[in-house]
Structure formats: structure tokens, C-alpha cells
């Protein structure tokens, strides 16, 4: 099985940025574990604040790996493009956030991408990116 986490924009700041909402581990850190409890899996990441490499990334893997785990973080309520290219591709995604949206900013209420997604899953912190993984293991 083959899945790759996508990470949007300021998510290279975990671990820095707002830790009483997001933590205090990076994310680097937190892939190191990810592929060692799920050695079976191919676990692939790619991170980038640039919407149009996000979308270049979901063409990309969108037709060869097995699940996209896609965190597109401030995109989610803004990109239709990256809404699009997760409608326009046969590899399941699944939506993830680490922070409960729904209890935030009425405009993190809206995303672009869930209509396309198989699931999406928010609040658990970032055991989210664990349960979107254990989903494509069903």
C-alpha cells in the first residue's frame, strides 16, 4: 500500500506556530513516527505553502498510490482549484485537521475539498493524520 500526506500552507511551522492549538512537535518529527507504526505502508510527504504546487502534487500521485491524506490547511476554505484536482483524480483523499475547525472562525466552516473526499476528520490533534491512515487499511 502506497499513501502520501499533503501538507499545506504553514504546516512546515508545527511545533513553532500556535502550540496551545497545534502542538509542539514538528511535523518531521511526527512523519519519523508515523512511518515507523505503519512500516507497512509506503508513507510518502510532501509539504508546500503554494497552492498550484499542492494541485501539481494531487496530478501528480492522484492515479498510481493507494490514498492521499490531504491537510490543505488554510486552502480548505479558499482553493476551488484544489477542490477540483481532488474531484479530478482517482486516488481517494482524505480531508485532515488537527485542530477542530468547527469550533474556530465561521470561515473555517466551509471546505472546498470534503464534497470530493472520501472522509474527512478533524479535532483529534495529530493522531487525525492515524486515523485517516487506518482508513484506507479497511
Known sequence: ?????INGPNLNLLG???????????????FKELKNRFSDIEL???QSNIEGEIID?????????DGVVLNAAA????????GDA????????VEVHISNVHSREDFRHVSY???????????F???SYVLAIQSFMK
Open 125 to 127: 490533534g495529530l493522531d
Open 57 to 65: 502534487k494531487l496530478h501528480q500521485v492522484g492515479f498510481d498510490y
Open 75 to 82: 486552502y480548505t476554505h479558499t482553493s476551488v482549484g484544489i
Open 113 to 123: 475539498i470534503a464534497g470530493n473526499a472520501k472522509g474527512v476528520i478533524t479535532g
Open 16 to 30: 513553532k506556530r500556535e502550540p496551545e492549538i497545534y502542538g509542539s512537535k514538528t511535523f518531521n518529527d511526527y
Open 1 to 5: 500500500m502506497k499513501i502520501i500526506i
Open 86 to 93: 481532488v474531484k479530478g483524480i482517482t486516488t481517494p483523499v
Open 44 to 46: 510518502d510527504y510532501f
